[in-house]
């Protein structure tokens, strides 16, 4: 972004996690509903042989619940979401992770970096935390995902999108893998299910009731994205 002839990094996607969880909650039943992928389970095979996972912006636990069985530490800022994450949990900021350094197998961050104005921070925390032969993975959209709404909604670039996200996490952590997405990969059946898809991803009311009235059902969905894993020599 351009701003008074210097460049300048993207805003921080707003946090309205606490004054308004039913965003992101809508948001997460409908992708458990309607989606043909499921990134949690994906995460869950790449981090198999990890022993202590930390899940950085965990909401209510939809990684943990991936990982039956195994040792996962949620953190978030957000009380909304953390009193329904089962412990251990604690509360806490990406930017200044309340860990010894050298002490957990794998930092998870998905989608979630784009809300910090300056995600090399939360990812040097990650790394610090990590022990040798440790394990970051990193998810995140991309500025042009879900294009068949995108005259019903703003979305405005991110610190973090996935166009970025590669060149950011090799920054601090020098070699990563990418895997990226651009499939249709949902496919809302109703009405109602494009209103709520809308409203979850920030298309205000009025943008919501428009799409809902104008698109037709079923409307498939084609979802852009990365997941970026990078590991620490061990
Ligand atoms: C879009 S949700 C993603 C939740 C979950 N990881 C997922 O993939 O569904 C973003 C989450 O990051 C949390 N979050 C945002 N900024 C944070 C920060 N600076 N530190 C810790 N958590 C943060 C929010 O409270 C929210 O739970």
New binding site residues.
């Given amino acids: 972004m351009v701003n008074a002839g210097r460049v300048s990094t993207p805003d921080?996607v707003p946090?309205d996690?606490?004054t308004n969880p039913d965003r992101?909650l809508i948001?997460?039943r409908l992708?458990k509903a309607y989606s043909q992928a499921n990134?949690?389970v994906w995460v869950a095979t790449l981090l198999e042989r990890a022993d202590l996972v930390l899940?950085?912006?965990?909401?209510?636990g939809?990684?943990r619940e991936a990982m039956p069985g195994r040792r996962v530490i949620g953190?978030?800022?957000?009380m909304?979401?953390?009193r329904n994450h089962p412990a251990p949990r604690v509360r806490?900021?990406?930017?200044a992770l309340p860990f010894r350094s050298n002490s957990v197998d794998a930092v998870?961050?998905?989608?979630?970096l784009y809300?910090?104005a300056d995600p090399a921070q939360?990812l040097r925390e990650a790394r610090r935390v990590l022990k040798p032969g440790g394990v970051l993975i990193a998810?995140t959209v991309a500025r042009t995902d879900s294009p068949e709404i995108s005259a019903y909604r703003v979305r405005l670039p991110s610190p973090f999108d996935a166009e970025e996200a590669p060149d950011i996490v090799r920054a601090v952590f020098g070699d990563v893998e990418v895997h990226t997405w651009d499939a249709p990969l949902v496919t809302l059946p109703t009405k109602e299910s494009i209103r709520e898809y809308l409203r979850a991803r920030m298309a205000g009311e009025e943008g919501a009731e428009r799409g809902a009235r104008e698109l037709t059902t079923p409307l498939t969905v084609t979802k852009r994205g990365a997941l970026v894993v990078a590991r620490l020599p061990a």
């Fill in positions: 921080a946090f996690y606490d992101y948001g997460s992708t990134l949690y899940d950085v912006g965990c909401a209510e939809v990684l953190l978030d800022m957000a909304a979401f953390l806490a900021s990406a930017a998870t961050a998905l989608n979630m809300h910090l939360a998810s």
